[in-house]
DNA sequence: GAACTTATGTGACCTCTCCCACACTCTTAT
DNA sequence: ATAAGAGTGTGGGAGAGGTCACATAAGTTC
């Protein structure tokens, strides 16, 4: 499969594209690029000029934010098949957020110009922007809602449900980078799991969590 | 001048709308109604369909969100010319956030089916809505830094900061408002104002605050 | 203006979470 | 094999901010 055909692939997962016609999407496809990152190695930074959409053939991005202190946001995990950096993409604004790859990567790169070039010529594709944007303001409204009114292990279970969602009832991920995610220390969050190791819900191993019980973890992430 | 006409203008002061030609606006502005409010009544509630988009004639609308235990975070204030409810006429989801009068208000009402007809028929205004809500995506998550990971002087000295630049130097809100407002307990709010009042940067009175240094409470809110 | 309601001011206490310190374990590099 | 470096487990102190309790003041209602 040529590395355009893989990635209309991505775009047609996407809902932003899911409805794109064989055609569209093949012309579509053949704007990209590909990019090659070691692990660390960042993407991009807050407040670079916002020329390009990314997909994510393999590796996996964090897209994080951060205050000048050195304390960390994670505000996302980008894996294989994810579509990121719309939005600035969109009105050519710096970007948000920083991105860095957690693993070694390859991503598919669409650059501003050419995309826009793209819209022009397809107007039903902004139509579906125009939702997509929606749905990421609702998502963004309930991230902020969920970090700010809850304690920790509401947070810390809701993050661990969600991520679930992503990659099963083991996940992977490292207990200082969870920490991070839920705006957390490590310490607060590797207690918080002791106990619920106690009660039997998860399992901990280096760099694991496994989700034992999940009724009982959205039980807790319902806070009632 | 007419209600439409009225509307009109409110349209126009708004970037959404900003570029639209007379004929267009007055086409548009020819599709709304208007509704009445009294203080404490609600417009909509989180999950109501989204099934309009609202402009302030006059009054003021709280826009906020709360957990089931009863603490609520104001997300917004939103004032004569002010348009909200975009994000749900849109893609017709439920509301993210609940609206309420803080006083006797009358709103324009523009329905989503007559909205959707028009944006069919205006395919530009479609592309001016996917930057406002790119600009809505960076603002929500320049908040979500903001609330997450600054402590509550600097969040309260932001917050002040936005307030003044709505409603001038003295600022019309209990300090219980504000507390829901930055996510703090009333009396925090009290404890940190006095500090302040005792160092001449604000004054306090019933239901008011009188914002006396701008420059070192923007000082504040930088977090230097 | 007297009773009542709402908003503000303040102290005491307590809980959550951060930060620092340090031990232990597993993996990787030399 | 040994060293170095992550990731993990735990204890303890400190501090921010929440909760509770109550006093005072400013509007409101009758």
Redesign the interface.
């Given at each position: 499969m040529s590395k355009q055909a893989e990635f209309a692939v991505i775009l047609k997962m996407n809902p932003m594209f899911a409805d794109l016609g064989a055609d569209e999407l093949q012309r579509l496809s053949g704007l990209c690029h590909t990019q090659q990152l070691a692990t660390g190695e960042v993407l991009f930074q807050k407040g670079d000029p916002g020329d390009a959409l990314f997909g994510v053939r393999r590796g996996q991005i964090r897209i994080e934010?951060g205050?000048s202190d050195g304390?960390r946001?994670t505000l996302n995990f980008m894996g294989s098949g994810d579509l990121f950096g719309e939005?600035a993409v969109?009105?050519g604004?710096d970007r948000?957020?920083d991105a860095t790859a957690g693993e070694p990567s390859e991503l598919f790169v669409l650059r501003r110009q050419d995309f826009l070039g793209f819209l022009e010529r397809e107007?039903k594709v902004?139509?579906r922007?125009?939702?997509l944007?929606?749905?990421?303001?609702?998502w963004?409204?309930?991230?902020?809602?969920e970090?700010?009114?809850?304690p920790l292990p509401v947070r810390l279970a809701r993050r661990l449900c969600a991520l679930a969602e992503d990659f099963g009832s083991e996940v992977h991920i490292s207990q200082e980078q969870l920490g991070i995610f839920v705006?957390a220390a490590r310490e607060s969050v590797n207690r918080q799991l002791q106990t619920w190791r106690k009660d039997g819900i998860v399992d901990l191993q280096r760099g694991r969590i496994m989700l034992h019980n999940m009724t009982k973890l959205t039980a807790v992430a319902r806070?009632?």
């Amino acid at each position: 499969m040529s590395k355009q055909a893989e990635f209309a692939v991505i775009l047609k997962m996407n809902p932003m594209f899911a409805d794109l016609g064989a055609d569209e999407l093949q012309r579509l496809s053949g704007l990209c690029h590909t990019q090659q990152l070691a692990t660390g190695e960042v993407l991009f930074q807050k407040g670079d000029p916002g020329d390009a959409l990314f997909g994510v053939r393999r590796g996996q991005i964090r897209i994080e934010t951060g205050a000048s202190d050195g304390s960390r946001l994670t505000l996302n995990f980008m894996g294989s098949g994810d579509l990121f950096g719309e939005v600035a993409v969109l009105d050519g604004q710096d970007r948000t957020a920083d991105a860095t790859a957690g693993e070694p990567s390859e991503l598919f790169v669409l650059r501003r110009q050419d995309f826009l070039g793209f819209l022009e010529r397809e107007p039903k594709v902004a139509v579906r922007l125009i939702e997509l944007l929606c749905q990421r303001i609702r998502w963004q409204s309930e991230r902020m809602e969920e970090s700010v009114l809850q304690p920790l292990p509401v947070r810390l279970a809701r993050r661990l449900c969600a991520l679930a969602e992503d990659f099963g009832s083991e996940v992977h991920i490292s207990q200082e980078q969870l920490g991070i995610f839920v705006g957390a220390a490590r310490e607060s969050v590797n207690r918080q799991l002791q106990t619920w190791r106690k009660d039997g819900i998860v399992d901990l191993q280096r760099g694991r969590i496994m989700l034992h019980n999940m009724t009982k973890l959205t039980a807790v992430a319902r806070n009632d």
